[in-house]
């Protein structure tokens, strides 16, 4: 039986295509980069997907092998296929991990996930981030001080369009005075979902190793605790029911 954790990496791949400054940070694509960063855990063991492939390289024999998905989406959201959506969705609801990277918080899959908007406020620019850590104690944060600083990042900023997190991990400071909830967990159904902010494809963001730190925290973190498929079934009685005289003279209501 393979014991290792199944890592899907999954990407647009699309800016490193069109557009020579991210193809020279990410010669092979930002997937191919934090599938190679992942692949040094000996319990990891990692394949990619992107949005070109046959069903976004996310069939159903990939998703049922997949105990972490981490997404990464930002210029071609609407061309994300709504019956792969809705795969991922149900996977998520059985126990699947799952991770959204930067501009992913706008991806159908994630605001599908939260219920929510997702909106929020953003610049492009000089800014440096520091990401305050506010859960020491947390598994994703392990190996992370206080806070670590990011050179140059694109600003996210508040408000934040999510429902309540379950766990606030990580606050955001911009040079430009605004902060940001840049790492949030919360639980949908039986899986684990992790937001995490930082990634915009100009800058070499996931080269850093603190960035690297997290999302591999993460990984082990969001691994599936059961995968309970939802499939709503009829359930005989444990113990013997008295009969009803009135049962065949009701009508048939709820499931078949």
């Known amino acids: 039986m393979n014991t ?17 400054k991210v193809a020279s940070i990410y010669p092979e694509g930002m997937h191919t980069t934090i599938a190679n960063f992942l692949g040094k855990e000996a319990d990891y063991e990692l394949r990619t997907a992107t949005l070109d492939e046959p069903e976004h390289g996310l069939d159903g024999e990939v998703l ?3 105990d972490v998905l981490i997404w990464w989406g930002h210029m071609a959201h609407g061309e994300v296929s709504d019956a792969i959506v809705e795969k991922v969705k149900t996977r998520v609801l059985e126990g699947m991990g799952l991770i959204v990277l930067h501009s992913g918080h706008y991806a159908k899959i994630f605001k599908a996930l939260l219920g929510t908007s997702c909106s929020l406020k953003w610049r492009e620019s000089t800014d440096k981030e520091r990401l305050w850590n506010t ?3 947390h598994p994703i944060l392990q190996g992370i001080g206080d806070y670590f600083e990011i050179p140059q990042e694109e600003m996210y900023g ?5 429902p309540q997190p379950d766990e606030q991990l990580l606050i955001s400071w911009f040079t430009g005075g605004e902060v940001f909830r840049s790492g949030a967990t919360w639980t949908r159904g039986h899986g684990k979902i992790f937001y995490f902010r930082p990634g915009h494809e100009t800058y070499p963001t996931y080269h850093q190793a603190e960035v690297q730190k997290i999302i591999t925290n993460a990984v082990r973190w969001a691994r599936p605790n059961v995968c309970i ?7 005989p009685a444990l113990e013997p029911l008295p009969e009803d005289p009135e049962a065949d003279n009701r009508p048939t209501i709820g499931h078949k």
Do not use: A, L
Request: charged share 20%; hydrophobic share 25%; glycine share 2%.
């Open 158 to 162: 508040e408000p934040f369009g999510i």
């Open 135 to 137: 859960m020491p104690s």
């Open 4 to 20: 290792k954790i199944q890592v899907t990496v999954w990407n647009e791949f699309r800016h490193e295509k069109s557009n020579p």
């Open 229 to 235: 498929p939802d499939n709503c079934p009829n359930s």
């Open 64 to 66: 049922s092998h997949t």
